[in-house]
């Protein structure tokens, strides 16, 4: 219990204030600490197994909860620019909400020496770089199928592409041994770092970096992943960009794990389709949000109701479905309840491609059953599939996820970007006008009280079950041959 109390004290040292959040410019005429970073959406190989095999196992520490595997690939996933090292190695990384780590793949290990070169989005040298500092070998990640990957932790420089930020001496992950093609840079709480399920200490990830190196006030972000089509979306470290989501942000609570913040877990009301908002589910869940899943995973009596709704056939040998392409064209929606605000998911956004076989397409819809690990634990997780159609801002310091209805297809031209503050020097938003200088130093505003306009997905809905949630702000394939044989024989 002595670590628990320990991880506990030091995590208090990490989070800012816990006021609540604020939205708006600060009441000097400095310009807004906030970062924004483009995301590039590309194919991964493998989907379901490896995503499998990500929630399936966890690491149990007597003094420390279990620690999330953070190695996962799926159908589509969303990454970001980054350079390390003296002089710069470029790298493609896999932005993960769900895991706390930046860890790279060398060109050495046995994975990425294949002939095939599987490793294109960057390999790191340690060698290469005059900046590179030993700190342990306490990286190491065991797998369901009992293979790992493990290596060292180092300190290098670390450069997020799309701006000005410098991290000198920023700690991360070097996977001499690993079974995945792609570097991940996890941004969750410090807590689900994986040396602390080694007794390891907690260290500054790139969030936390970010705020003391003073780019960002707050240790928050806001992520928009754009539409299924959309190959672009972005993550705005410190701020939110209120043209990208319509009326209200409703701040709900993160809920902790015995009493320590370590992955971003709320409650989910209710599940229902097309206005009948408890048609699968009306009893509470907690729910993992995590762009790490390109889909959602839902308990088995749930998505059996859904399965039988839109017609798809589940097969639990390759842990897949087969629904009818056409669905994607039905208006209905995916609607979740949450405490005073509905996300609607588009079935045109719910539908996934997944394989051409000849001229044949085939799409899986994108809710799976939850998947139950070693240790027990049944993970809701509201993957890409889910978040496509939220606009999710993710505040470490205050513990709230908050959440509004996305807009999709928003110009660059078009952003509206705000500082988030929690220290009291700003003006929040609420439900009035904000004026704020976007990049470039045009002066915008955003409405607060409407339901917004453009080409969303659909207007959020109060339920008012329940006084938990406050509002803030406003306005503000790949696949592997037999999963083929698999789909083809359910198709």
Known sequence: MQGFFA????????????????????????????V???LYRHPVADPVQRDRRRFLHKRQNDSVNAVDVPLRNDLFLYYMNVSVGTPPQDFEVHIDTGSSDLWLNVPTS??????????????YDANASSTYEYVNSLFEILYVD????????????????????????????????????????GIGYPTNEVQ?????????????????????????????????????????????????????????????DRGIYREFTIEMNSLGLSGD??????????????????????????????????????????????????VANQNGTMDFVFSNITIKVPMSEMVVPYANFGA?????????PTITSSLGNEYIILGDTFLRSAYVVYDMTNHEISLAQTVFGVDAADDQIVEVSSSGDGKPVGTGIASFVAPGGTTGSGSGTGTGSGNGSGGSSR??????????GGGLGMCAFALVACVLSLW
């Open 110 to 123: 046995e994975f990425c020496s294949l002939p095939v070169d599987p490793c294109t989005t960057g390999t």
């Open 277 to 326: 908002e408890t048609a699968f589910s009306s009893s509470p869940l907690e729910v993992h949000l995590d762009s790490g899943a390109s889909l959602t995973y839902l308990p088995e009596d749930i998505t059996d109701r859904i399965y039988s709704e839109v017609g798809a056939t589940y097969d639990a040998r390759y842990g897949i479905n087969i629904v009818d392409c056409n």
């Open 360 to 368: 044949q397409e085939l799409c899986v819809f994108g809710v799976l």
């Open 36 to 38: 924004q970073q483009h």
């Open 7 to 34: 991880i506990a004290a030091v995590l208090a040292g990490y989070l800012l204030s816990a006021d609540a959040i604020q939205l708006g410019i600060p009441d000097s005429d400095r310009a807004p600490k906030v």
């Open 196 to 256: 602390i399920s080694f007794g390891g200490p907690l260290y500054d990830n790139i969030p936390v970096s970010m705020v003391k190196e003073g780019y960002i006030n707050t240790l928050a972000y806001s992520l928009w992943l754009n539409n299924i089509d959309a190959d672009e979306g972005d993550i705005l470290f410190g701020g939110v960009n209120t043209a990208k989501y319509q009326g209200d942000l409703v701040s709900l609570p993160v809920i902790p």
């Open 146 to 185: 009992k293979t790992t990957s493990n290596g060292d932790y180092a300190r290098d420089v670390v450069r997020l592409t799309d701006s000005n930020v410098s991290l000198p001496g920023q700690q991360f992950g070097v996977g001499y041994e690993s079974t995945t093609q792609d570097g991940i840079l």
């Open 463 to 472: 339920t008012g079950e329940k006084g938990a949630a406050s509002r803030v």
